[in-house]
């Protein structure tokens, strides 16, 4: 046999040198080349054919199972929440699930038609109805078998009766483990998909990007509507639109209204981000060990608010939204939601909810997870200095004529004191000063100072007199120029007495102040601290007032059990420094709470170059979410 063998080998290698040489002569293809290239790819397109017809058979089976077993969920829990008894046909000839009652709707489900169904609870495939009792059983119980028409591949469904307290106890037991591995099983399509929204430039502060804005809100749509609504659309509005999307369970049932927001700051200084800024890539950092996703965007807000996207396509998918869901994705948070205000007057009906839930805030760390209780409002202006009617000659008109740079700068300079207190009179009237007991609550917030300027890169910090870092950048009010410019920055000198000089300057501020009054008196101050030779102008850039949420409420309590759920450790309300005005706007014009649950980190650094979000908190975020419906439809409930 050896020898045969050797004989060919030597044979097949005398052969194919000689067709080598004519290739080498004639420079083409030669007849045997052809045929074998044929042969080898007519091989390996049966492999890949066999293969995809493989994977779609069971594709199709698992969807047909998911449809069959959602649709058994949705009506059983039905039975059980309502105490009524419900009933769900199949017709499993003509591949289709059909819901039809007073509180679930009118609903189709169609199954993949390319299978064969099979069940053991009657002979006639034709208008199999199935029977729920108020305690959530199935009547009788029975299989549903999913074959191919090879009947090679097969899926084998089982439903059971079941009692109430066995199905309450089972369901709470099993949600964990099921987040987690729908997680796990799903976890680069997250990734990916998340990568491909921040790599969308949605900056709202910069008209450039208006038709980047545009392509994010219609991204985020389809988002929606794959991830399981019932509609979403994007609404139009004076500036730039907000994303609607709703999942309607039932009318007996609690509605929570998620709100988030897909623009984004803007990326400069490009120089100081190590990647591109929309263009995101994972890297571990001392904080994120496993890996954080870098980009604008990425933590403030898109990637928390996708994680209730994805929070809400496993409870869709898995049968277990066990309340209605409303979404309010908008795309102006960033500069002060100039125009949400209007969609929400326009839309309060269809905005009507329960509750309102949050991902826009931070915690305090993995091993110490909090909720933001109390937000400062903003108001933010901008000064205009305007003192001769052009660019001066300073070596002609210095010392003669204000120089508005000048002044702006010796203006900006006596808005604090030398205890670092903003000297604007009545500033401090209605600001809550805090108990002893309150202040003690505090200083219980894990802080270290050192560990805090070591992150910051300074030496020391500064403080209003008598108060605490937590403090100064939660409870107190603060002013900070967020910008200045004038005059002539290009290469080279310019010796000049600029005609204008501008500086942005916002104010953080605490319940009770308001931010219209707060406006009122810092334009009053600026004015009057003016000299004679320049004009004033202050322009209003959005604002509204603080927030301040109470812990004793079920909202709070569900998001508190939810946290220590998934984190094993009870969350600490914590007041945070930022400001979300439309809160306070939503609580006035819906009448409803909002929950501020964030997973944030406040060192990944929103707003500034080098943005990140941990995958941790990105998936702890997604895991944690369906616990805060669970527990709050518990509530609601009682």
């Not at 305690?135 to 089982?158: C, D, H, P, Q, T």
């Not at 329960?354 to 109390?374: A, K, Q, V, Y």
């Not at 094993?568 to 007041?575: A, Q």
Request: proline share 5%; with cysteine; charged share 25%.
């Amino acid at each position: 046999m050896f020898f045969y063998l050797t004989k060919y080998k030597i044979l097949l290698y005398n052969y194919l040198k000689k067709e080598g040489d004519n290739i080498k002569k004639n420079k083409a293809f030669s007849t045997f080349e052809i045929i074998l290239s044929i042969l080898i790819f007519s091989f390996l397109m049966n492999i890949a054919f066999i293969k995809y017809r493989e994977f779609k058979e069971l594709r199709d089976i698992n969807e047909a199972k998911t449809k069959i077993t959602e649709a058994f969920y949705l009506v059983s829990t039905t039975s059980l929440k309502q105490k009524t008894k419900q009933k769900l046909q199949l017709d499993l000839s003509a591949k289709k699930i059909t819901i039809s009652n007073k509180s679930l709707k009118t609903q189709e489900i169609k199954l993949p038609k390319d299978l064969i169904y099979f069940h053991t609870y009657t002979s006639n495939l034709n208008n199999l109805e199935l029977s729920f009792t108020q305690n959530g059983n199935i009547a009788k119980s029975f299989s549903i078998y999913i074959f191919n028409r090879a009947k090679k591949v097969r899926y084998k469904i089982s439903f059971y009766g079941f009692d109430k307290s066995k199905f309450l106890k089972i369901n709470k037991l099993t949600i964990k483990m099921e987040i987690k591995n729908y997680i796990e099983q799903n976890k680069d399509r997250f990734l990916s998909e998340l990568f491909d929204l921040l790599r969308m430039p949605s900056v709202s502060a910069d008209p450039a990007y208006k038709p980047s804005i545009e392509a994010t809100a219609q991204w985020v749509k389809e988002a929606l509507e794959k991830a399981g609504c019932d509609t979403a659309q994007v609404c139009e509005t004076p500036g730039n639109p907000v994303v609607y999307g709703e999942k309607h369970v039932g009318d007996h049932l609690p509605t929570v209204l998620v709100y988030g927001h897909y623009d984004v700051q803007p990326a400069d200084p490009l120089e100081l981000w190590d990647t591109e800024p929309f263009e995101p890539v994972i890297k571990t950092t001392e904080l994120h060990p496993e890996g954080a996703i870098f980009a604008r965007g990425a933590c403030d807000d898109k990637g928390q608010m996708f994680m209730h996207v994805k929070a809400f396509e496993y409870m869709v998918k898995e049968g277990k939204l066990p309340c209605n869901i409303k979404f309010m994705i908008e795309g102006e948070e960033e500069v002060g939601s100039k125009n949400l205000g209007w969609f929400v007057e326009k839309n309060k009906e269809k905005l009507k909810n329960d509750i309102i839930l949050i991902s826009d805030t931070s915690i305090i760390g993995r091993e110490t997870p909090s909720i933001t209780t109390s937000l400062r409002g903003l108001s933010y202006l901008q000064v205009e200095v305007t003192g001769p009617n052009r660019d001066l000659h300073s070596g002609v008109y210095g010392g003669a004529v204000a120089n508005p740079v000048n002044i702006l700068a010796q203006m900006i300079a006596q808005l604090h004191d030398e205890h670092h207190r903003v000297t604007i009179p009545h500033f401090y009237d209605k600001v809550k000063e805090f108990s002893a007991e309150e202040r003690a609550l505090f200083a219980q917030i894990p802080f270290s100072l050192e560990e805090y300027k070591k992150d910051l890169g300074v030496k020391d910090v500064l403080l209003e007199d008598g108060y605490s870092v937590i403090e100064s950048s939660a409870i107190r009010p603060t002013l900070d120029v967020n910008g200045i410019w004038g005059g002539y920055i290009g290469e080279g000198a310019k010796t000049i007495i600029p005609s204008k000089a501008s500086a942005k300057i916002s104010m953080r501020l605490v319940p009770n102040q308001d931010n219209k009054e707060i406006e009122a008196l810092f334009t009053e101050h600026i004015q009057r601290i003016a000299p004679e030779g320049v004009t004033v102008k202050v322009t209003n850039l959005g604002g509204g007032p603080a927030y301040a949420m109470s812990i004793d409420n079920d909202a709070y309590r569900a998001a508190e059990k939810a946290m220590e759920k998934t984190f094993g450790k009870r969350p600490v309300p914590s007041p945070e420094g930022g400001s979300i005005p439309i809160v306070a706007l939503f609580e006035r014009e819906l009448g409803t709470k909002s929950i501020l649950m964030g997973f944030g980190f406040d060192s990944d650094l929103i707003h500034s170059p080098n943005e990140h979000y941990g995958l941790f908190n990105f998936f702890k975020g997604i895991e944690t979410i369906p616990y805060f419906y669970e527990y709050y439809v518990e509530a609601h409930k009682k």
